[in-house]
């Protein structure tokens, strides 16, 4: 260490320049601080800082066709998942990465005793000061505050040496503002830092129109009322589970986003009575708690509305409620990925503060043991109805945990996200500016659509949203969902193409082209566009703080398919098959297309535009369509 100040001193004024040092490439920058973020002061050079260097993968430029392998149906190989160690071992960094990394580190003074690997063999830890870290990657740490009263460490940007750089993916902290500066606990209840999952929002969750449901809803009016019967009958959804002992299915939310249990029997006895005093099986994860001290439709709204339609789908199949973070600090998607793989988990850490709760939490009150890593075995199916403007994420955060995502695919799950409520626009109807950054009050500036991820990560199954027309029965074509909210959708500007939608998106930009400009959306034909399918997304009928309340969102859409899909793994497990893992390279397979509804009517506006408009054949707003049950069932069950 003391070395290291001494060159510092000799460098300072070489530090003090903006350009770059000789040898170093920029490894990952912000073009502009987070909405609400203000640079305050620069951090005590005295400070620590634990730096998390997350290491290059190996073969994960593999990863796409390998999941290809196991899960196209045309595969010889489909349904052969891979197991978790097998996973671990192929992608883990290799030797000369870890020792490449290791030398760096050596030769800027830091002794090996101070340098840890991390189980899964991702990332090396290590404390520095902030002058060190500062030297070491080129930059300037800065303490950032938030009008919550919220602070954050963290850097503009930073750079490696140019040997360095191919075997670094992130280090952190350092642009995802990974270092919380503890807040004072007795205002944590009321966070208003809307970067937070779960935190009650008007923008995130499912949205209501206030109307109170007082008369019992049939399936003549399912065009004003959807209840369980009317997804069943609108999708031929008619199937009783067998295998359950061996099945499972979980829901995601992020604490203090809960359920109640009156509600759910409040639902139960209107719409599945014999489900009346069941509950899902709580997995607490980094703390999560089903908190019942706030209560309204911002605490319970989203909770409840997943569970009672996946609880009511899909009885009796026991339902695993995956309660993400403590009531302190919150939590993010790499948080449950942590607990169901592990891959994401460091000895202290290693995910994103702006997103992602740190275990364990410091604060009074908080969850003081080891963050909750690899605690289950991943569900076969997992709903997840949160989600984040994808422009609000680096590329190589973004990348990392997407391919996550893919190799829970190659495990054998099916991971959903709702594709958001804003139409081409993203949280709260905000879009970007010329230069692709959220602005927020940008008026004419706001002129680019405003992707959602982790619906635009490739191996995500991203599910929109449909309506049932007014005066129109279950038997009728729906349309792309315009009440209330507009079906999340348009093309993603970090993932490519994946091979498996190539035909039917091409089809699409070359038959009903967008009237926009690639200042609006990356129109090369080389973006990975979304939703892949949807489901009906309004007027559900939802027990909410005791009272029957109509809600609408993608919110809804994503466990109602995450049901169907956890009623063909039943028939397959019955079967001793495998489970259908991830379904995007089937659900767009010639083979399959007779097995959606093909929704061709409908826009998603936003940005001051009509958006795209549901056309024949996949689209930006609907997808591949809605699910026909009885047609999906026996082509998945006749798959290897
Ligand atoms: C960093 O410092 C913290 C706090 O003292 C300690 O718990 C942790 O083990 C240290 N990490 C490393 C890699 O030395
Ligand atoms: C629930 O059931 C009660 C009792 O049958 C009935 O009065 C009420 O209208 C029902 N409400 C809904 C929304 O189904
Ligand atoms: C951890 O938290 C529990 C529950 O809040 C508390 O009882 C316990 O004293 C805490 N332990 C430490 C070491 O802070
Ligand atoms: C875009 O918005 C950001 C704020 O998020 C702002 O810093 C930047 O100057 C804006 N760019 C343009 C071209 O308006
Ligand atoms: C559009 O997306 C592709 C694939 O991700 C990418 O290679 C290309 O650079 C993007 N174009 C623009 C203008 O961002």
């Given amino acids: 260490m003391r070395r290291l100040f001494q060159i510092l001193a000799l460098c300072s004024i070489a530090l003090a320049a903006p350009s770059q040092r000789a040898n170093h490439v920029l490894h990952e920058w912000r073009?502009?601080?987070?909405?609400?973020?203000?640079?305050?002061?620069?951090?005590?050079?005295?400070?620590?800082?634990?730096?998390?260097?997350?290491?290059?993968?190996?073969?994960?430029?593999?990863?796409?066709?390998?999941?290809?392998?196991?899960?196209?149906?045309?595969?010889?190989?489909?349904?052969?998942?891979?197991?978790?160690?097998?996973?671990?071992?192929?992608?883990?960094?290799?030797?000369?990465?870890?020792?490449?990394?290791?030398?760096?580190?050596?030769?800027?003074?830091?002794?090996?005793?101070?340098l840890r690997l991390s189980p899964n063999k991702g990332w090396i830890e290590l404390n520095a000061t902030v002058a060190e870290a500062e030297w070491l990657l080129d930059t300037e740490y800065h303490v950032y505050e938030h009008p919550s009263g919220e602070k954050q460490l963290g850097c503009h940007s930073y750079s490696v040496p140019e040997h360095i750089s191919e075997h670094v993916e992130i280090i952190r902290p350092t642009v995802h503002f990974n270092s919380l500066v503890p807040e004072d606990p007795t205002r944590l209840h009321k966070r208003a830092n809307p970067n937070h999952l779960g935190q009650p929002s008007s923008i995130y969750g499912p949205k209501t129109n206030g109307v109170k449901v007082e008369t019992k809803p049939s399936l003549a009016n399912c065009d004003q009322f959807i209840t369980p019967d009317c997804l069943r009958a609108l999708y031929n959804f008619h199937y009783t589970p067998k295998a359950t002992a061996k099945n499972s299915y979980g829901i995601v939310e992020f604490t203090p986003q809960a359920f109640l249990a009156p509600d759910l029997d409040l639902f139960f006895q209107n719409f599945s009575s014999t489900q009346v005093g069941q509950r899902p099986i709580l997995v607490s994860i980094d703390g999560g708690v089903v908190q019942t001290i706030a209560q309204s439709f911002s605490f319970n709204g989203e909770s409840d509305l997943d569970l009672e339609y996946a609880m009511a789908l899909t009885n009796p199949q026991p339902i695993t409620l995956l309660q993400t973070g403590d009531l302190v600090e919150g939590a993010g998607f790499d948080n449950w990925l942590d607990a169901v793989d592990g891959s994401f988990c460091t000895f202290e850490g290693g995910d994103d503060p702006t997103q992602d709760g740190i275990y364990p939490d410091p604060l009074a009150g908080g969850f003081n043991q080891s963050e909750s890593c690899g605690i289950i075995k991943p569900p076969f199916v997992v709903s997840v109805s949160y989600g984040q403007d994808e422009g609000t994420a680096t590329h190589r955060y973004a990348t990392r945990q997407c391919n996550e995502y893919g190799k829970l695919g190659l495990l054998g799950t099916t991971v959903l996200y709702s594709s958001g409520d804003n139409g081409v626009a993203g949280f709260g109807g905000?879009?970007?500016?010329?230069?692709?950054?959220?602005?927020?009050?940008?008026?004419?500036?706001?002129?680019?659509?405003?992707?959602?991820?982790?619906?635009?990560?490739?191996?995500?199954?991203?599910?929109?949203?449909?309506?049932?027309?007014?005066?129109?029965?279950?038997?009728?074509p729906e349309s792309a969902c315009e009440r209330i909210i507009f079906s999340g959708g348009g093309f993603s500007d970090i993932f490519p193409m994946p091979s498996y939608q190539e035909a039917v998106v091409t089809n699409f930009l070359k038959e009903h082209p967008p009237p926009y400009s690639a200042a609006q959306f990356n129109n090369s034909g080389k973006a990975r566009g979304f939703p892949d399918l949807s489901a009906n997304g309004a007027n559900y009928v939802i027990a909410i703080d005791g009272l029957f309340e109509l809600v609408f969102g993608t919110s809804a859409s994503s466990p109602v398919v995450g049901s169907m899909i956890t009623?063909?793994?039943?028939?397959?497990?019955?079967?001793?098959?495998?489970?259908?893992?991830?379904?995007?390279?089937?659900?767009?397979?010639?083979?399959?297309?007779?097995?959606?509804?093909?929704?061709?009517?409908?826009?998603?506006?936003?940005?001051?535009?009509?958006?795209?408009?549901?056309?024949?054949?996949?689209?930006?707003?609907?997808?591949?369509?809605?699910?026909?049950?009885?047609?999906?069932?026996?082509?998945?069950?006749?798959?290897?």
């Avoid at 601080?33 to 620069?42: L, M, N, Q």
């Avoid at 990560?457 to 038997?475: D, E, K, M």
């Avoid at 995007?584 to 408009?613: E, R």
């Fill in 567 to 640: 009623m063909i793994n039943d028939a397959r497990l019955a079967v001793g098959k495998r489970p259908v893992g991830f379904i995007n390279p089937a659900i767009y397979s010639p083979k399959f297309a007779h097995a959606f509804n093909d929704i061709t009517t409908g826009n998603n506006p936003g940005c001051t535009t009509d958006g795209f408009t549901a056309v024949k054949g996949w689209d930006p707003v609907t997808g591949v369509g809605t699910p026909k049950f009885d047609k999906l069932l026996p082509l998945f069950l006749g798959l290897p």
């Fill in 31 to 114: 073009a502009a601080e987070p909405v609400g973020w203000v640079k305050s002061r620069r951090a005590e050079v005295e400070g620590i800082i634990p730096l998390r260097i997350g290491m290059k993968q190996q073969n994960i430029h593999m990863l796409e066709d390998l999941i290809m392998d196991v899960s196209h149906p045309d595969s010889p190989s489909y349904g052969q998942h891979w197991t978790p160690e097998r996973v671990v071992d192929f992608f883990a960094p290799s030797e000369s990465t870890v020792s490449a990394i290791r030398r760096w580190l050596a030769v800027a003074g830091f002794a090996e005793d101070q």
């Fill in 430 to 476: 905000v879009c970007q500016n010329s230069s692709g950054l959220d602005d927020p009050g940008g008026g004419l500036n706001e002129i680019r659509f405003n992707p959602g991820f982790p619906g635009s990560c490739s191996y995500v199954v991203s599910v929109g949203a449909t309506q049932i027309n007014s005066g129109a029965s279950v038997n009728d």
